[in-house]
């Protein structure tokens, strides 16, 4: 799968979901910072994402991490380099707050002894960094939305693995903490040197948060590279069918959408 400093790799990676085929062959490399995902509602993004987090197993192609084979590895195996947020997510049992983000840190506890003191403080060190350790003894179940979405980056964080897959982390969150989580996103990747996927259905959150840009359309690749290159006027409106304008405000791009394709 190539030289093991290569970060995250993806080769011809395939997926169906019964008969019908939904990514045709995708390929990539993020070698560092923050890569994300954008296309269409059912452009394979979700998908994607859920193949490297051993959610689903593709039909076909590889993908690898610094080496390691993300397809075929025992979960724990995975769990302990991969650190991944679904877009969506359920809880029965009304565990608080703390022990949510705290099972974040299975792939690394003795099961014989459980969790000790450095679980614990990294457990409090990713609450706090998301601002939300005041949630920390609140039944999960009883949380809005939002809270929820934020409570399940935390335990992402604080599972420490050195790639973080995040499906739509700003899903349900209000303005102020979508950029919250996107800028703690992107500290992380600065100040941890971690690699991180995410997707995105924001192109503007895209040029302001992340590095670099992969755009699907109907379950193939069909642009990558920086930001700076790739999210253009006219990628942009191929890609969402549509037409658009960018603007700069204050030195940072904006993209106006003005009518979609009828």
């Keep these: 799968m190539g030289r093991r400093d290569n970060g995250l790799i993806v080769k011809g990676l395939r997926a169906s979901y019964g008969n019908v085929e939904v990514l045709h062959g995708v390929s990539f490399s993020l070698s560092s910072g923050v890569g994300c995902l ?14 490297l987090a051993g959610v689903i197993k593709p039909s076909a192609g590889d993908a690898s991490f610094y080496g390691f084979d993300l397809i075929n ?19 029965r049992f009304p565990y608080k707050v703390f022990d949510v983000v705290l099972m974040g840190r299975n792939p690394h506890v003795n ?7 450095k679980d614990e403080e990294a457990t409090w060190k990713a609450l706090e960094l998301l601002g939300i350790a005041d949630l920390a003894d609140r039944p999960f179940t009883k949380l809005s939305g939002g809270q ?14 050195k790639l973080m897959i995040l ?12 950029f919250l989580v996107l800028s703690v996103v992107r500290k992380i990747a600065e100040r941890f040197k971690k690699i991180i996927l995410l997707s995105l259905h924001d192109p503007n959150q895209a040029m302001r948060f992340c590095d670099v840009a992969f755009l699907l359309k109907g379950g193939k690749l ?32 904006f993209i106006i959408p003005l009518a979609a394709a009828l």
């Excluded at 590895?73 to 809880?91: D, G, H, I, T, W």
């Excluded at 099961?111 to 003191?117: A, K, N, R, S, Y």
């Excluded at 929820?148 to 693995?161: C, K, P």
């Design 111 to 117: 099961v014989l002894i459980g969790p000790d003191g």
């Design 222 to 253: 069909i642009e990558s590279g920086s930001v700076d290159e790739v999210l253009t006027v006219g990628t942009l409106d191929h890609l969402y069918d549509m037409r658009s304008r960018l603007v700069t405000a204050d030195g940072i791009k």
């Design 148 to 161: 929820r979405r934020l409570v399940m980056v935390a335990r992402a964080i604080a599972q420490g693995g």
């Design 38 to 51: 954008l296309g269409p509602n059912g452009a394979g993004k979700s998908t994607l994402l859920k193949c």
């Design 167 to 178: 499906d739509e982390p700003t899903s349900f969150l209000d303005f102020k903490n979508q």
């Design 73 to 91: 590895s025992e979960l724990k195996e995975r769990a302990r380099l991969v650190a991944y947020v679904p877009q969506e997510f359920s809880a």
